[in-house]
């Protein structure tokens, strides 16, 4: 089973300039700050944010970040920015640092949202943790018109913390913005692995739990049709960007 953690996303190689922003080694600041990285030049009105999951160096995290925006460009002419942060340790420290990166996320959102400039957040695996979170600290701080939608591609969260009495059902509910999970039964790393190793079902394999306890503006959409691992959702050749495309309005 710890097979599945081998396979390999699509193999783009990102630019020189592709835009990032990027928290790797400020988590100890005080308070953490996120910086930018890459060739800085959006001006755009409306962009996407793309935060990575686990096991994510810099370098993979900016190829993942190019490869969703190669993807999406097909169905969306929005730019594609990428969140990169401490991802690449071992699993348990990985979840203090999905955790650790809510709030400097969630201070960089607010202010981006105060230009009136909106805002796709798409978190893929461990990164909808750091989604989750920072939608918590955007409830928290009064931002909750900071997002234009909300995207989970394969969620490492517990499937039923989005529920309404969850740890994120709340902040799901405040939020101003849809909140949609794509989810695959193919996606052997959270059917298996994540089952394993954090005792619980993942958001990303079947959606929530109860979906009477669902928070209001949430939605599941099943992407098993379309999703063959977990490496696949935001594949251009193979993934269900047609379908987050329908989510980013």
Not at 101 to 120: F, Q, S
Not at 167 to 183: K, Q, S
Not at 202 to 221: E, H, L, T
Not at 224 to 246: I, N
Request: charged share 30%.
């Amino acid at each position: 089973m710890l097979s599945e953690l081998d396979g390999e996303h699509a193999d783009y190689t990102a630019p020189d300039d592709q835009p990032m922003l990027t928290t790797r080694g400020r988590l100890d600041d005080e308070p953490p700050t996120v910086d930018r990285d890459g060739g800085w030049n959006v001006d755009a009105d409306e962009i996407v944010l793309f935060v990575h999951g686990f096991d994510t160096d810099p370098q993979a995290a900016r190829d993942q970040t190019y490869t969703l925006d190669v993807g999406l460009s097909e169905y969306r002419d929005l730019p594609v920015v990428g969140y990169s942060w401490d991802a690449d340790v071992e699993w348990e420290p990985a979840k203090a640092n999905a955790d650790a990166n809510a709030a400097p996320l969630a201070d960089w959102l607010g202010e981006w949202a105060d230009d009136g400039r909106p805002i796709h957040l798409v978190g893929y695996s461990l990164g909808a943790r750091v989604v989750g979170e920072t939608l918590r600290e955007l409830r928290a701080d009064g931002h909750t018109d900071a997002l234009a939608s909300v995207s989970l591609l394969g969620g490492a969260i517990p499937a039923d913390s989005i529920e309404r009495d969850g740890r994120y059902g709340e902040a799901i509910n405040a939020v101003d913005a849809p909140v949609t999970n794509f989810h695959s039964g193919h996606d052997r790393v959270l059917g298996w692995v994540y089952r394993l190793s954090d005792r619980t079902t993942a958001v990303g394999s079947d959606g929530i739990a109860d979906p009477a306890a669902a928070p209001d503006g949430y939605r599941d959409v099943d992407v098993t049709d379309l999703v063959a691992d977990h490496y696949s959702y935001f594949d251009p050749e193979e993934g269900c960007l047609s379908r987050v495309a329908d989510n980013i309005d």
